[in-house]
């Protein structure tokens, strides 16, 4: 669903991201990347599943360019690609800000109502006395 | 005043949540969410002028309003499901200037009310497809973008979580 003439164009990027980010041991994957790099041993330890299971997750993450290959040829550490989750995080920030300023300004306004109901309150209390 | 709104969008589902705390009694925020003199006052994108169409709070009753900015208009529409004062609103939106119809959203707002005349609104928008939903949350949001790496924080946070459910 687009809205013509409201929107701002978003990278088809997204949708790979958020198909990587889908599985709870993918996320926990970049969760212990943000760490550090880490290889394909050391992830697959804390996850009780084997390295061709990591492996699998890990090509998902490749594809989707949330992860890439360290330099190091031995251990060939994966380390986190901050890009295009900054890309995701700013998707739902400017949606979360939209919001976040409606709300403020209904602070302002709710602030106004509480005034207002103190008022019409005490009025009411005078009118009976 | 740390009142934060929080928007949960699960990758993959046709949901979203948006929770936040006022320093107000429910009975006001139900009443800025009914009352159109108020809610045209707050909602709708920063520097748009917003005018209701038409707006029956009651249920079975329909609404309508439209933001205009530079000529354009960008009008929304639905019908109140249920209204239950001071509690809950059911009911449907729609945009109205998608290429085709049916792309509809089924909206409830929860209003709790807190300890020290304060209170919490939780919104669950029910989307027909993921596309719709992640449409809708990319769509119109023209706010200027910060700095992401700070909000990344907050991901790897989130990311650290096994499942992160909306509270």
Do not use: C
Request: avoid cysteine.
């Amino acid at each position: 669903m687009e809205l013509p003439g409201y929107t701002r164009v978003s990278p088809k990027r997204l949708d790979s991201t958020f198909a990587a980010l889908a599985d709870p041991t993918r996320r926990a994957i970049l969760g212990r990347l943000a760490k550090g790099e880490a290889s394909v041993a050391e992830l697959a330890k804390p996850f009780k599943m084997s390295q061709p299971a990591i492996s699998k997750h890990l090509k998902v993450l490749e594809r989707a360019g949330l992860v890439s290959r360290g330099l190091d040829a031995q251990r060939r550490p994966r380390k986190l690609e901050a890009a295009p989750l900054a890309e995701a995080t700013e998707w739902l920030e400017r949606y979360r800000q939209f919001w976040e300023q409606a709300y403020q300004r209904l602070d302002t306004l709710l602030e106004e109502m509480k005034k207002t109901e103190r008022k019409n309150k005490q009025n009411k209390k005078q009118e009976k006395k | 005043m740390s009142n934060k709104t929080t928007v949960t969008a699960e990758p993959g589902k046709q949901e979203l949540f948006i929770t936040r705390e006022f320093d107000a009694p429910r009975e006001l925020l139900f009443k800025a969410h009914t009352d159109p003199e108020i809610y045209v006052q707050w909602v709708g994108p920063h520097g748009m002028q917003m005018t209701i169409d038409k707006w029956e709070s009651y249920e079975g009753g329909s609404y309508r309003f439209t933001h205009e900015r530079d000529g354009h208009k960008y009008a929304f529409f639905g019908v109140n499901h249920e209204i239950l004062a001071p509690e809950r609103i059911i009911g449907t939106f729609e945009f109205d200037g998608l290429p085709e119809r049916g792309h509809v959203i089924l909206g409830k707002t929860v209003f709790e009310e807190l300890p020290g005349g304060r209170s919490r609104l939780v919104h669950q928008s029910v989307f027909f497809s993921v596309s719709d939903r992640d449409g809708m949350i990319q769509s119109g949001m023209e706010r200027g973008v910060n700095d992401g790496y700070e909000k990344l924080d907050d991901l790897f946070a989130r990311l650290q979580e096994p499942n992160t459910a909306a509270a």
